[in-house]
């Protein structure tokens, strides 16, 4: 090849490059439509778009139908859609106009609404303590498996010693007979005993916590190997590992716990914590946590966001609330005279005009289709993801006043006279 030809050539090779180099390809981002969650009845999803479409119109389309037109700000947008029929499928498409007026398309996204939960349940009840004792209260309960379950409270029983009884604040049932134990604590005057114990959690590897008003028992593989002195005057807490735990109770006062020392992060006055709960928000990837309060003349709801707590709106609760549970970043529940629910975002609660679901001492649940609340006379009532329905048996000489659910078991319990009863139901 001639010299010369060859030296222009490897300039234009390295003026090609160059430019390459100084001005690389731009990819364009696309909208992404996506499924944050399903229920049987509805669907949330997650509107992604590029910086510079925003802010844009944007039009749902349901199976080809128009079902919302809004006008977004953000690059990402959660976008909730009601009414839906259970177990059906449905397409989803969004078309966007962003500032150039070029409209542009989302991906299809295909959902299948959940099917409603089953309600087969087995049901068996057992009794605490001695009947001829005036106390013997279950306060809270704790659902391993269904051969692994932990209650606390206090329960009194006869026996030989000099006070003709003894008293014990923990049970566990190993699937075929309940052992009673007592879990000690730091009390007053530097003595230690069995006080009753208000809550129980459970924590990660095996670990176990258990609340009284004078600090907190761990336990790992029935083994109780710590005893915290804090926090006091507590009934209620939540955590998710040995450093990280929030509690309330008296006073108003709400405690953090970071690893190290506990503070105080809110005082919310002249009322009585009872309630607090926390679950994690995938969508946000943090824990949505929740505390329930009140006096005799009104209720109160917080929330909590590591340190920072701010008070939750009770515009539609017309009477004093006993409990609240929550579905991380989709619903919140009151249980009351009635039960009221609302989405977060919403400032009013609505609630369920059922006139037999009413007396109500406790709401929980593990989805979105299946809730389940707990009455002062015995009945349980369950949300499968479409209706509400009564379980069976029912006795008014029950009283429940809280109820747990771990998958296919439910723990219901409360108190039938002076004794203290667990009702065990799977599915």
């Given at each position: 090849?001639?010299?010369r030809?060859?030296?222009?050539?490897?300039?234009?090779?390295?003026v090609?490059?160059?430019?390459?180099?100084?001005?690389?390809?731009?990819?364009?981002?696309?909208?992404?439509?996506?499924?944050d969650?399903?229920?049987?009845?509805?669907?949330?999803?997650?509107?992604?778009l590029?910086?510079?479409?925003?802010?844009?119109e944007?039009?749902l389309?349901q199976?080809?139908?128009?079902?919302?037109?809004?006008?977004?700000?953000?690059?990402?947008?959660?976008?909730?859609?009601?009414?839906?029929?259970?177990?059906r499928?449905?397409?989803?498409?969004?078309?966007?106009?962003p500032?150039?007026?070029?409209?542009?398309?989302?991906?299809n996204?295909?959902?299948?609404?959940?099917t409603?939960s089953?309600?087969?349940?087995?049901?068996?009840?057992?009794?605490?303590?001695e009947?001829?004792?005036?106390?013997?209260?279950?306060?809270?309960?704790?659902?391993?498996?269904?051969?692994?379950i932990?209650?606390?409270?206090?329960?009194?029983?006869r026996d030989?010693?000099?006070?003709?009884?003894?008293?014990?604040?923990?049970?566990?049932w190993?699937?075929?007979?309940?052992e009673?134990?007592?879990?000690?604590?730091h009390?007053?005057g530097?003595?230690t005993?069995?006080?009753?114990?208000?809550?129980?959690?459970?924590?990660p590897?095996?670990?176990?916590?258990?609340?009284?008003?004078?600090?907190?028992a761990?336990?790992?593989?029935?083994?109780?190997?710590?005893?915290?002195k804090?926090?006091?005057?507590?009934?209620?807490?939540?955590?998710?590992?040995?450093?990280?735990?929030y509690?309330?109770?008296?006073?108003?006062?709400?405690?953090?716990?970071?690893?190290?020392?506990?503070?105080e992060?809110?005082?919310?006055?002249d009322?009585?914590?009872?309630?607090?709960?926390?679950?994690y928000?995938?969508?946000?990837?943090?824990?949505?946590?929740?505390?329930?309060?009140?006096?005799?003349?009104?209720?109160r709801?917080?929330?909590?966001?590591?340190?920072?707590?701010?008070?939750?709106?009770?515009?539609?609760?017309?009477?004093?609330a006993?409990?609240?549970?929550?579905?991380?970043?989709?619903?919140?529940?009151?249980?009351?005279?009635?039960?009221?629910?609302?989405?977060?975002?919403?400032?009013v609660?609505?609630n369920?005009?059922?006139?037999?679901?009413?007396?109500?001492?406790?709401?929980?649940?593990?989805?979105?289709?299946?809730?389940?609340?707990?009455?002062?006379?015995?009945?349980?009532?369950?949300?499968?993801?479409?209706?509400?329905?009564?379980?069976?048996?029912?006795?008014?000489?029950?009283?429940y006043?809280?109820?747990?659910?771990?998958?296919?078991?439910?723990?219901?319990f409360?108190?039938?006279?002076?004794?203290?009863?667990?009702?065990?139901?799977?599915?």
């Amino acid at each position: 090849m001639n010299i010369r030809y060859l030296h222009i050539l490897l300039l234009l090779t390295g003026v090609i490059l160059t430019g390459c180099k100084d001005n690389p390809v731009t990819v364009t981002a696309e909208p992404e439509l996506s499924t944050d969650e399903v229920s049987c009845t509805e669907v949330w999803l997650e509107l992604k778009l590029p910086h510079e479409k925003i802010p844009a119109e944007v039009k749902l389309l349901q199976d080809n139908q128009e079902i919302q037109n809004l006008r977004v700000f953000t690059e990402d947008t959660l976008l909730y859609v009601r009414s839906l029929e259970p177990s059906r499928n449905y397409t989803f498409l969004a078309l966007i106009t962003p500032p150039d007026n070029k409209t542009v398309f989302s991906n299809n996204k295909e959902i299948r609404t959940l099917t409603p939960s089953g309600r087969i349940f087995n049901f068996r009840k057992h009794y605490f303590g001695e009947a001829g004792f005036s106390y013997n209260n279950i306060n809270d309960a704790a659902i391993i498996n269904e051969n692994d379950i932990w209650i606390a409270g206090r329960f009194a029983l006869r026996d030989t010693n000099i006070n003709g009884m003894s008293d014990y604040n923990a049970a566990h049932w190993d699937g075929r007979k309940w052992e009673y134990r007592q879990l000690w604590f730091h009390l007053t005057g530097g003595f230690t005993g069995f006080p009753e114990i208000n809550k129980v959690i459970l924590l990660p590897d095996d670990k176990i916590a258990f609340l009284s008003g004078h600090g907190i028992a761990f336990m790992k593989n029935g083994v109780q190997y710590r005893t915290d002195k804090e926090p006091l005057w507590t009934n209620a807490f939540w955590g998710t590992d040995t450093s990280n735990f929030y509690a309330c109770g008296s006073f108003g006062k709400i405690y953090r716990y970071d690893g190290n020392v506990w503070h105080e992060i809110y005082n919310a006055g002249d009322i009585t914590f009872n309630k607090i709960y926390g679950s994690y928000n995938k969508r946000n990837k943090s824990y949505e946590i929740i505390a329930h309060g009140g006096n005799v003349s009104a209720s109160r709801v917080f929330s909590i966001s590591e340190d920072e707590v701010t008070e939750i709106s009770m515009k539609g609760v017309t009477d004093i609330a006993y409990d609240v549970w929550l579905y991380p970043g989709k619903k919140q529940y009151l249980a009351g005279q009635v039960l009221y629910y609302k989405n977060p975002e919403d400032t009013v609660w609505s609630n369920i005009p059922d006139p037999d679901m009413i007396s109500l001492a406790s709401v929980t649940g593990s989805a979105l289709n299946d809730i389940f609340v707990a009455t002062t006379y015995d009945r349980i009532y369950h949300f499968n993801g479409v209706d509400w329905y009564r379980l069976y048996p029912w006795n008014s000489s029950f009283d429940y006043n809280k109820i747990k659910v771990k998958n296919n078991i439910i723990v219901a319990f409360g108190h039938y006279y002076n004794q203290g009863f667990v009702n065990i139901i799977t599915r």
